[in-house]
């Protein structure tokens, strides 16, 4: 079994400029949009996401019609105000420039993106995240994770809202990572529905991270509160 050393789980708590010192906790009900994401006005879906519940934010702009430049700054900029208004944390999804821009409270990198030691000087007083997406990738990873606050793992489901994606995973696949390494923070991403939390807590996660579930909800704020009760069910 592969154990990190206290620095990736303490570091915050040693050495922190930042508003908020990462927890578990954060990982419960992780939120990830972009401008156009939502079935409604972005900026109210996110809000209505805060009000239900969620823990953390990150902010991820890809796609058709992704905004660019100022406009990307300034909308940014509202979903920071917005989220330090709930004090629920802000990530900048690959966006180095943009993450430091806003001094966001945290930054997450997948795989292809800017590397962990390239970023870390930067962001050492801050959030990292990591997606690391199954164990194969946790192998090619494990030099770096020293420097990782938490990683994102899955897709555990077939999902439409990442089309780079990946294979699902599946509850096993959570198993598999859990099984390899016990500490590190780790949040189930890719296609999760409401009835699908428990197993995926009990096979290891620290908590989910949805995307359309919120975002295409009819009624996001009560979709929010629907899933973070399901969650605090399950983590009685």
């Not at 400029?17 to 994401?37: A, K, T, V």
């Not at 999902?159 to 509850?171: C, M, N, V, Y």
């Not at 096993?172 to 390899?180: D, F, P, T, Y």
């Amino acid at each position: 079994m592969i154990e990190h050393n206290d620095m990736s789980l303490n570091k915050h708590l040693r050495n922190t400029r930042d508003r908020f010192n990462f927890s578990r906790e954060m990982l419960s009900l992780y939120y990830i949009q972009g401008s156009n994401d939502s079935a409604g006005e972005p900026l109210e879906t996110i809000e209505f996401a805060l009000k239900g519940g969620i823990t953390c934010f990150q902010y991820r702009e890809k796609g058709t019609n992704a905004l660019e430049g100022q406009e990307k700054i300034n909308f940014a900029k509202r979903i920071q105000s917005l989220c330090h208004q709930y004090e629920v944390p802000f990530i900048v999804n690959d966006d180095v420039e943009l993450a430091l821009h806003c001094d966001a409270d945290g930054i997450h990198v997948g795989q292809d993106d800017t590397s962990i030691e390239e970023i870390y000087p930067q962001f050492k007083d801050k959030i990292i995240g990591l997606s690391v997406g199954n164990k194969d990738e946790y192998t090619s990873s494990k030099d770096v994770l020293q420097y990782v606050d938490y990683i994102g793992t899955g897709p555990v489901y077939n999902t439409l809202s990442k089309r780079d994606a990946g294979d699902s995973i599946g509850t096993k696949g959570i198993q598999q990572m859990r099984a390899i390494d016990q500490r590190m923070p780790m949040v189930a991403i890719g296609g999760i529905q409401s009835n699908d939390i428990q197993s995926i807590i009990e096979a290891g996660a620290d908590g989910v991270a949805v995307i359309s579930s919120i975002s295409r909800a009819k009624d996001p704020e009560l979709a929010t509160s629907k899933l973070r009760e399901v969650l605090n069910q399950v983590k009685r």
